[in-house]
T-cell receptor
Framework: ETGVTQTPRHLVMGMTNKKSLKCEQH?????MYWYKQSAKKPLELMFV???????ENNSVPSRFSPECPNSSHLFLHLHTLQPEDSALYLC?????????????FGDGTRLSIL | GESVGLHLPTLSVQEGDNSIINCAYS??????FIWYKQESGKGPQFIID?????DKRQGQRVTVLLNKTVKHLSLQIAATQPGDSAVYFC????????????FGGGTRLMVKP
């Protein structure tokens, strides 16, 4: 148990569907992150939220829309995705982005785009 | 699993032997380094960290060594067990904007019984 829970664990969707990924952390952290891990690239940072405010958008296409209603919950809304978006999407949390402390990861959502 | 993808260096060791996994980093201003372990079907799991003002840190069966002169980080696992089989990533926080973690590509450790 890492303290970071992601749902669903697996998701298969068509390119025209709308779905959302959910992340919840029980560690009392202030920062939350979305990463993409695909078979062909190292771990890629997508978004960073600090105290519910987005502080980093790493040139992510607008078909990915994050939402952070509070410091414990993070969503990634998906719309009109492409086959190359198939990947493992990982959520992480940390004390805050600038602190020299580790990020703690969930087990990810395996996303497959048909 | 994926049949085509990122080519990961692989280290194959016998159960009971010691393992050494290496990582080179490029940012000489990096302040903080972390090793993660990722097992199949799971997210990266924190193993051990080290700050730039140290050159060695020990945990339970693991030791991290930092050589800032050559910008090299290593993870030593003592008495490697089958449960240690996983992909290991190093990550660093540099003095860049936002102090974001930068991850290496990973090394796959395979433990032979």
């Amino acid at each position: 148990e890492t303290g970071v829970t992601q749902t669903p664990r697996h998701l298969v969707m068509g390119m025209t569907n709308k779905k959302s990924l959910k992340c919840e952390q029980h560690l009392g952290h202030n920062a939350m992150y979305w990463y993409k891990q695909s078979a062909k690239k190292p771990l890629e940072l997508m978004f960073v939220y600090n105290f519910k405010e987005q502080t980093e958008n790493n040139s992510v296409p607008s078909r990915f829309s994050p939402e952070c209603p509070n410091s414990s919950h993070l969503f990634l809304h998906l719309h009109t995705l492409q086959p190359e978006d198939s990947a493992l999407y990982l959520c992480a949390s940390s004390q805050d982005p600038g602190a020299l402390r580790p990020q703690h990861f969930g087990d990810g959502t395996r996303l497959s785009i048909l | 699993g994926e049949s085509v993808g990122l080519h990961l260096p692989t280290l194959s060791v016998q159960e009971g032997d010691n393992s050494i996994i290496n990582c080179a980093y490029s940012n000489s201003a990096s302040d903080y380094f972390i090793w993660y372990k990722q097992e199949s079907g799971k997210g990266p799991q924190f193993i051990i960290d080290i700050r730039s003002n140290m050159d060695k840190r020990q945990g339970q069966r693991v030791t991290v060594l930092l050589n800032k002169t050559v910008k090299h980080l290593s993870l030593q696992i003592a008495a490697t067990q089958p449960g240690d089989s996983a992909v290991y990533f190093c990550a660093e926080i540099g003095n860049n904007a936002g102090n974001m973690l930068t991850f290496g590509g990973g090394t796959r450790l395979m433990v032979k019984p």
